[in-house]
């Protein structure tokens, strides 16, 4: 494992906790019954989305190492990966703000472009080393 794929693989552990904080957050909001319920819906939403993205990147990190990409792909597809996992679950916490619900479904399906983007790349330096 070397360069990017180490350091976003570190970057992937170390926001593990704090997902598993957004979901001891979560249980507080659900208790107290705070927000509505549209936005307790956008809420699990986020914080499901941002703890399967990430385990998804560990993953996506690993098989990256294997392919034969180069350098400068490897950089570019762990910042597609990166900013992939922030869009798609940061986009249902935009959700949250008032009048933000259009801004929120776009930032959600750019992180899913970025993704796909991702996940393909990936998959062509798996199937031509």
């Given at each position: 494992?070397?360069?990017p794929?180490?350091?976003?693989?570190?970057?992937?552990?170390?926001?593990?906790p704090?997902?598993?904080y957004?979901?001891?957050?979560?249980?507080?909001v659900?208790?107290?019954r705070?927000?509505?319920?549209?936005?307790r819906?956008?809420?699990?939403?986020?914080?499901?989305h941002?703890?399967?993205?990430?385990?998804?990147?560990?993953?996506a990190?690993?098989?990256?190492?294997?392919?034969?990409?180069?350098?400068?792909?490897r950089?570019?597809?762990?910042?597609?990966?990166?900013?992939g996992?922030?869009a798609?679950?940061?986009?249902?916490?935009?959700?949250?703000?008032?009048?933000?619900?259009?801004?929120?479904?776009?930032?959600t399906?750019?992180?899913?472009?970025?993704l796909?983007?991702?996940?393909?790349?990936?998959?062509?330096?798996?199937?031509?080393?």
């Amino acid at each position: 494992m070397e360069g990017p794929i180490r350091l976003f693989t570190v970057i992937a552990l170390v926001s593990l906790p704090t997902v598993m904080y957004g979901g001891y957050a979560l249980m507080g909001v659900l208790r107290d019954r705070k927000l509505t319920e549209h936005q307790r819906g956008m809420f699990r939403a986020g914080h499901a989305h941002a703890g399967v993205l990430l385990v998804l990147a560990l993953v996506a990190l690993q098989i990256l190492d294997r392919t034969g990409l180069g350098g400068t792909a490897r950089w570019i597809v762990c910042f597609l990966l990166l900013f992939g996992v922030l869009a798609q679950s940061g986009g249902f916490f935009l959700h949250l703000l008032p009048g933000k619900g259009k801004l929120g479904g776009r930032v959600t399906s750019a992180g899913a472009v970025l993704l796909a983007a991702e996940i393909l790349t990936t998959a062509y330096g798996v199937a031509f080393p």
